[in-house]
T-cell receptor
Framework: GDSVTQTEGPVTLSEGTSLTVNCSYE??????LFWYVQYPGEGPQLLFK?????EKGSNRGFEATYNKEATSFHLQKASVQESDSAVYYC????????????FGKGTHLHVLP | GGIITQTPKFLIGQEGQKLTLKCQQN?????MYWYRQDSGKGLRLIYY???????QKGDLSEGYDASREKKSSFSLTVTSAQKNEMAVFLC?????????????FGEGTRLSVL
């Protein structure tokens, strides 16, 4: 079946440093890929989505490129802030059943001031 | 703007008890979801529903029942709570019209079983 694998956390960084959270996916279909962010006490919220291969999504300084050849969708940010501390989830929905959205295990990011 | 309301926010149950969690959305979305969130295991799909009275099993449906009697509401029942079980149950909804599904989530129901 479809699956998503992402960097195991926790990831601890100092403010101002760069972030990469790896995400790899498995599916026989052509998926839409998502990144979500979850703050304590809240539900996950969409950071951005990318429906097409070789395109890039971005929001709030975060970005990821849908790499179909490598089946990857790594999340990057050039300079993290303390307020970026949260759990980040990579997810996919396959085109043959777009209603079924599968999430990875999440990556907990701690940013130190 | 709309909102997804999950009730109750906190639920304490006894081993073997049947427990029901409720979710309401006012986005007029077609598709609704129930996910279970455990530390270190991410979000796992329990059930989803693409329209009123429809039910589809996710990867974690065993031990759960679901009900979608109205477009705006989606209930989840834990058929027999397991001792020491602790998890967050997240409800979500999406328009369900194309491949660019992006579920919107509620704040969750936190379950503890004594």
């Amino acid at each position: 079946g479809d699956s998503v694998t992402q960097t195991e956390g926790p990831v601890t960084l100092s403010e101002g440093t760069s972030l990469t959270v790896n995400c790899s996916y498995e599916t026989k279909q052509y998926p839409t890929l998502f990144w979500y962010v979850q703050y304590p006490g809240e539900g996950p919220q969409l950071l951005f989505k990318v429906p097409k291969a070789n395109e890039k999504g971005s929001n709030r300084g975060f970005e990821a490129t849908y790499n179909k050849e490598a089946t990857s969708f790594h999340l990057q940010k050039a300079s993290v802030q303390e307020s970026d501390s949260a759990v980040y989830y990579c997810a996919l929905s396959a085109d043959t059943n777009a209603y079924k959205v599968i999430f990875g295990k999440g990556t907990h990011l701690h940013v130190l001031p | 703007g709309g909102i997804i309301t999950q009730t109750p926010k906190f639920l304490i149950g006894q081993e073997g008890q049947k427990l029901t969690l409720k979710c309401q959305q006012n986005f007029n979305h077609d598709t609704m979801y129930w996910y279970r969130q455990d530390s270190g295991k991410g979000l796992r799909l329990i059930y989803y529903s693409i329209t009123e009275n429809d039910l589809q099993k996710g990867d974690l449906s065993e031990g759960y029942d679901a009900s979608r009697e109205k477009k705006s509401s989606f209930s989840l029942t834990v058929t027999s709570a397991q001792k020491n079980e602790m998890a967050v149950f997240l409800c979500a909804s999406s328009p369900g019209t194309d491949n660019n599904q992006a579920p919107l989530f509620g704040e969750g129901t936190r379950l503890s079983v004594l």
